[in-house]
Antibody, heavy 117, light 106 residues
Framework: EIQLVESGGGLVKPGQSLRLSCAASGFTISGHNIHWVRQAPGKGLEWVSSISTSSRYISYADAVKGRFTVSRDNAKNSIYLQMNSLRAEDTAVYYC??????????WGQGTLVTVSS | SYELTQPPSVSVSPRQTASITCSGDKLGDKVVSWYQQRPGQSPVLVIFQDGKRPSGIPERFSGSNSGNTATLTISGTQALDEADYYCQAWDSDTVIFGGGTKLTVL
């Protein structure tokens, strides 16, 4: 069974950092581009970042550019999102998802990040 | 930046057909996917490449995309279809989501 499990969320103060992890099982991530998507409480989906299979192509939403860094370790079948200089508006559930044929076809259960003083 | 616009809410009676639109400039030139999200759950892909259904998605879900509008159609709507629905397209290598539509089955 294909599964993605996010972890690393929690409560932090503005300006602090967090590192999210996305662990895959049931398949190897080496053949998949991976995306991070977030959803603020009661709001819609917002794309955050993407990383290609070899990490050659990386993209970020303007809202997180310069503060977030995505990476992957294909040997560990995992993807990471390093989040620095966190702001209140970064409060959201963060999902990782695979892409197949243009659709985000497998999603994790999400991990909640709360940024509050 | 590219934007996708969805109606905030759509209502439908059980067993009727629900249509949810997604509009964007020359959207027909892009590839559109649709996601269903029930409360407290992760999004689920229900349509990809404008009109294809992933395995396990009921045939009552269909999609189309032409001109400036993509449409998700749910035929014979059931109570369990009540959820938020999001359209999604690609702008270069970035993902764009619509604002979401809450489907209510009355």
């Amino acid at each position: 069974e294909i599964q993605l499990v996010e972890s690393g969320g929690g409560l932090v103060k503005p300006g602090q950092s967090l590192r999210l992890s996305c662990a895959a099982s049931g398949f190897t991530i080496s053949g998949h581009n991976i995306h991070w998507v977030r959803q603020a409480p009661g709001k819609g989906l917002e794309w955050v970042s993407s990383i290609s299979t070899s990490s050659r192509y990386i993209s970020y939403a303007d809202a997180v550019k310069g503060r977030f860094t995505v990476s992957r370790d294909n040997a560990k079948n995992s993807i990471y999102l390093q989040m620095n200089s966190l702001r209140a508006e970064d409060t959201a559930v963060y999902y990782c998802a695979t892409v197949t044929d243009g659709g985000l076809d497998h999603w994790g259960q999400g991990t909640l990040v709360t940024v509050s003083s | 930046s590219y934007e996708l616009t969805q109606p905030p809410s759509v209502s439908v009676s059980p067993r009727q057909t629900a249509s949810i639109t997604c509009s964007g400039d020359k959207l027909g030139d892009k590839v559109v996917s649709w996601y269903q999200q029930r409360p407290g759950q992760s999004p689920v892909l229900v349509i990809f490449q404008d009109g294809k259904r992933p395995s396990g998605i009921p045939e009552r879900f269909s999609g189309s995309n032409s001109g400036n509008t993509a449409t998700l159609t749910i035929s014979g709507t059931q109570a369990l279809d009540e959820a938020d629905y999001y359209c999604q397209a690609w702008d270069s290598d970035t993902v764009i989501f619509g604002g979401g539509t809450k489907l209510t089955v009355l």
